[in-house]
């Protein structure tokens, strides 16, 4: 008997899906107990967002002349993400753009910005609120906006504006760990409604009906915290750091 056809829905169906408080924890974890250090974490993140985005959307795939990427950076940690993601598009031949509206006197911001500053990568200095010329200039926008950690309730400009012309967008958009305006623990038609997922550790809550496609970048995870947390996430493929679920 070919078992192909369940095998996926049954792993997806045991894989636990991550509360705020959880994905909190975790990362707490990683950075006290297992010796991870923040800058360490953002760039697995931030090339495992990238290496997602060319599976879905291969250079071959992209339907105007010159491979554009609109990257949009939050204050916090996805905003960080938003930019290692940026600086490793470029290395695989994407060209990406920048809209980084409020940097963050943080080191580890500060550095993540010299980087992508030195491989040329341009920042905008205002996201075009004439949605067509977004559509127009760019293959996808990459939503590094709000992560887990932000509360969804209190969305202050200019990121409350921007989510407003992202939902009007016709362009693909890919969200990094939770799409932008959406509640962590559970399903929500607040925020944007991306094409493409990417899930950071593991999925959280508010991901179980999402209906686009998702992948998944959480091999890096130890085993024990893997266990401790029952997270039972899938097998990864060869020596892939993302899966699709």
Same mark, same amino acid.
């Given at each position: 008997?070919?078992?192909?056809?369940?095998?996926?829905?049954?792993?997806?169906?045991?894989?636990?899906?991550?509360?705020?408080?959880?994905?909190?924890?975790?990362?707490?974890?990683?950075?006290?107990?297992?010796k991870?250090?923040?800058?360490?974490?953002?760039?697995?993140?931030?090339?495992?967002?990238?290496?997602?985005?060319?599976?879905?959307?291969?250079?071959?795939?992209?339907?105007?002349?010159?491979?554009?990427?609109?990257?949009?950076?939050?204050?916090?940690?996805?905003g960080?993400?938003?930019?290692?993601?940026?600086?490793?598009?470029?290395? *695989?031949?994407?060209?990406?753009?920048?809209?980084?509206?409020?940097r963050?006197?943080h080191?580890?911001?500060?550095? *993540?910005?010299?980087?992508?500053?030195?491989?040329?990568?341009?920042?905008?200095?205002?996201?075009?609120?004439?949605?067509?010329?977004?559509?127009?200039?760019?293959?996808?926008?990459?939503?590094?906006?709000?992560?887990?950690?932000?509360?969804?309730?209190?969305?202050?400009?200019?990121?409350?504006?921007?989510?407003?012309?992202?939902?009007?967008?016709?362009?693909?958009?890919?969200?990094v760990?939770?799409?932008?305006?959406?509640?962590?623990?559970?399903?929500?038609?607040?925020?944007?409604?991306?094409?493409?997922?990417?899930?950071?550790?593991?999925?959280?809550?508010?991901?179980?009906?999402?209906?686009?496609?998702?992948?998944?970048?959480?091999?890096?995870?130890?085993?024990?915290?893997?266990?401790?947390?029952?997270?039972?996430?899938?097998?990864?493929?060869?020596?892939?750091?993302?899966?699709?679920?």
């Amino acid at each position: 008997m070919n078992h192909s056809s369940t095998e996926p829905a049954e792993t997806i169906e045991l894989m636990r899906y991550l509360s705020k408080v959880e994905t909190a924890a975790i990362e707490t974890e990683l950075l006290r107990d297992y010796k991870f250090g923040q800058q360490q974490l953002i760039e697995i993140w931030g090339h495992a967002c990238a290496i997602a985005i060319t599976k879905a959307f291969p250079l071959t795939s992209l339907g105007k002349k010159q491979p554009t990427v609109l990257v949009v950076c939050g204050p916090d940690q996805n905003g960080s993400i938003g930019l290692v993601c940026a600086r490793h598009l470029r290395i *695989f031949e994407y060209e990406p753009t920048i809209y980084y509206p409020k940097r963050t006197p943080h080191t580890i911001q500060q550095d *993540f910005t010299v980087q992508c500053e030195k491989m040329d990568i341009p920042f905008l200095s205002y996201l075009p609120t004439e949605v067509q010329l977004i559509n127009d200039a760019y293959n996808m926008v990459i939503d590094a906006i709000l992560g887990p950690e932000t509360d969804h309730t209190d969305v202050k400009e200019p990121y409350a504006g921007i989510l407003v012309t992202l939902k009007q967008v016709k362009i693909p958009i890919v969200s990094v760990d939770i799409p932008s305006g959406w509640d962590v623990d559970q399903v929500t038609s607040d925020g944007i409604n991306p094409d493409v997922l990417i899930s950071l550790m593991a999925p959280k809550r508010c991901a179980t009906s999402f209906t686009g496609k998702h992948y998944l970048a959480g091999r890096f995870l130890p085993y024990d915290i893997q266990k401790k947390y029952d997270l039972n996430l899938p097998e990864y493929p060869g020596i892939d750091c993302v899966i699709e679920l």
